[in-house]
């Protein structure tokens, strides 16, 4: 049988929001090349609840690429080394054998370590909940979706801009904890699509205020949110955003 490779895992253990957290070393072996980087921290679950230990607390769900939850920071990168995936389509081959690996939660004042790896990212839900919608008439007479005529060039932008998974790993990992992609995104999806119109100018201001409210700052320029989001969310969103917003702003004379 192939034998599996062996890794020093350096993990943050923090009990709950208020205990300071501190590095812990766990050494594993025979671990699969082809497991996902999940799976590979269930095996170090298993073994530390066969020895009576607590087990290490992290968010996960999907585990196919789709809801955000597996968000944390490997070797100081968010969702791990590789660009464009989340950390459960993350494999154990990306990793050199013997290797150590660092495991943080996002490091963020807006997403509060909740334990271990786990952080409390409702600002994102509350951003959402301000504007990240549509309104849908119901009276009968609402007009199908798809007999709405949208250029192909306007569908294909919001389509990008909607596989956003509101990982976090933006605002996470901008120097200024801005959440700006991860709205901007949101305000992009909506303001290239005709079902969008109707709340357009509510929608960026009232998901700008919120995200303000929540204490993400303001965008840095950097750059590191483009690279580190699993998605490949373009930073051109992020000018769309503050164009939609200053139209918001400007009133109509009289
Ligand atoms: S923009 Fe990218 S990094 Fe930010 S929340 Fe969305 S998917 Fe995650
Ligand atoms: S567990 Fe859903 S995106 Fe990773």
Redesign the pocket.
């Known amino acids: 049988m192939e034998k599996g490779m062996n890794l020093k895992l350096k993990i943050w253990r923090q009990k709950n929001t208020n205990e300071q957290g501190k590095i812990v070393e766990y050494p594993v072996s025979n671990v699969s090349p082809d497991m996902s980087f999940?799976e590979m921290i269930d095996v170090l679950n298993d073994s530390l609840v066969a020895k009576g230990e607590e087990p290490v607390a992290f968010?996960?769900?999907?585990?196919?690429?789709?809801?955000?939850?597996?968000s944390m920071f490997i070797n100081g990168e968010a969702h791990g080394p590789n660009r464009g995936v989340?950390?459960?389509?993350l494999h154990m081959r990306s990793f050199k054998e013997g290797e150590t690996i660092y495991i943080e939660p996002w490091r963020s004042e807006a997403f509060p370590v909740i334990k271990d790896l786990m952080v409390d990212r409702g600002a994102f839900d509350r951003i959402q909940q301000a504007g990240g919608f549509v309104s849908v008439n119901t009276s009968g007479r609402t007009l199908d979706a798809n007999a709405i005529p949208i250029p192909k060039e306007d569908a294909d932008k919001a389509f990008d801009a909607a596989t956003c998974?509101g990982?976090g790993a933006c605002a996470a990992t901008c120097p200024n904890g801005s959440a700006m992609l991860f709205v901007a995104a949101k305000v992009s999806q909506f303001a290239l699509l005709p079902q969008g119109q109707v709340e357009r100018k509510e929608r960026v201001l009232n998901m700008v205020k919120q995200m303000d409210e929540e204490g993400f700052g303001n965008c840095s320029n950097i750059g590191a949110c483009e690279v580190q989001c699993?998605k490949n969310i373009s930073i051109e969103v992020i000018a769309r955003m503050n164009r939609e917003y200053l139209m918001a702003n400007v009133k109509p004379e009289n």
Do not use: A, N, V
Request: aromatic share 0%; proline share 5%.
């Open positions: 999940l968010d996960h769900d999907c585990r196919e690429g789709i809801c955000g939850m597996c989340t950390t459960c389509q998974i990982c699993p």
